[in-house]
């Protein structure tokens, strides 16, 4: 059994309202490339959502062709798109290999490259879906650039500004305004499942890559009791994936007013504390003491492939727990599926294993589409 839980904040723990999400991203980025680039005012009009045929978790983009790729789970070509365009066998032997050359990144690392950017968020995902819609409006646009400029655009819509040196309302801004328009509630359920766990002797941990100002105003929304009462300790601006292999030797112990303190590695505390940056052998170092077991074993929940379960299991050998929200929830153990039709990002439009699906099954000990679903025996076993 696991002696320590953790969870990743967006989209894990917290579930976002995406129709919302997704506008506000949506709006954020148009904002910043009209402006600087005077590309169509119409795309503000325009916005993903899940039910789109090919941008879903794990597309690739080829950043030199434009090209937007689903791959099998062997590396080979499902389908392939530009500017909403469907790019034929032909035409693509002569821009990207049937078997791109940066395969083994995505499989192994599930990492970007020079040549290739992985979508497997939804932070990401709209950007590629503007992207493309850009292709399409002015499909002459030089692909390169265009990624350039939308790299630009991640940049200005996620860079946090601290609130005194805000001018314009952006990205968080608009959701630190009004939380509940964006997230969901934490139903009573799941607050029953953290205090359970800390109950039965159970260590709980955040950690989340989101600034502290944002992440409070969200959390504080979503558990509308005290949520650090939920919690043994909690990290912010994380910096994942670097979290789970760079061992940062300071972390910011912090509090509700300004005075927060640095603080070494060993000085970190169980006592519901707040700290930024951090590191997970540090968590891990920390939690054995407390128990008084090396090498606890450690489950950790969270949503991107990328920056929680690989990494987490990968650098740390923890067991990990991936949320797909798109999916019903299904166990993965021993090969056996229980899955319902609604697997957009498991499979293609034929029902073909993706990369996606393969890197997901091959690093998580179970899928769930929320928190919600999951099996509460789990959480009371000692």
């Known amino acids: 059994t696991q002696s320590t839980w953790g969870f990743d904040m967006d989209h894990a723990l917290i579930r976002y309202k995406l129709e919302h999400f997704f506008q506000v991203v949506n709006v954020s980025y148009c904002k910043f490339l009209t402006q600087k680039y005077s590309y169509p005012q119409s795309l503000s009009k325009v916005c993903y959502d899940l039910s789109h045929p090919y941008i879903k978790k794990g597309s690739i983009l080829d950043i030199k062709s434009g090209i937007i790729l689903n791959l099998d789970q062997d590396g080979n070509i499902l389908d392939s798109h530009r500017g909403g365009m469907v790019v034929s066998t032909e035409k693509l032997q002569m821009t990207a290999a049937s078997k791109p050359a940066y395969f083994d990144i995505v499989l192994n690392h599930f990492q970007h490259s020079a040549n290739h950017r992985l979508f497997e968020t939804y932070f990401d995902i709209p950007i590629l879906f503007l992207y493309d819609e850009i292709l ?5 646009s030089d692909s390169c650039v265009l990624w350039a400029r939308m790299y630009e655009a991640i940049d200005y819509v996620y860079h946090y500004q601290p609130l005194l040196t805000r001018r314009n309302a952006g990205f968080y801004e608009t959701i630190m305004a009004d939380p509940l328009h964006f997230v969901y509630p934490v139903t009573e359920k799941v607050k029953r499942m953290l205090r359970n766990l800390r109950e039965c002797s159970k ?58 303190v640095v603080v070494p590695n060993n000085a970190i505390r169980l006592k519901s504390s707040q700290y930024r940056y951090g590191n997970a052998k540090a968590i891990e170092d920390l939690i054995g003491n407390h128990l008084k077991k090396p090498n606890p074993k450690i489950l950790y929940i969270g949503d991107s492939v990328k920056s929680d379960i690989l990494p987490a299991v990968k650098y740390m050998n923890w067991n990990a727990v991936c949320v797909v929200e798109e999916t019903c929830s299904y166990f993965l153990s021993n090969n056996k599926e229980n899955s319902c039709a609604q697997t957009c990002p498991f499979h293609s439009r034929n029902l073909d294993v993706t990369i996606w699906s393969r890197v997901v099954k091959e690093h998580s000990s179970y899928v769930l589409r929320n928190l919600d679903s999951i099996d509460t025996a789990l959480c009371t076993k000692v």
């Open 136 to 140: 399409r409006l002015l499909p002459s």
């Open 203 to 260: 260590v709980v941990f955040l950690v989340t890559s989101s600034e502290i100002e944002m992440a409070r105003a969200i959390l504080q929304a979503a558990f509308h009791d005290d949520y650090r009462d939920f919690f043994d300790v909690m990290f912010y601006e994380a910096d994942k994936p670097a979290f789970f292999f760079k061992e940062k030797l300071q972390n910011v112990l912090t509090s509700d007013s300004a005075n927060d």
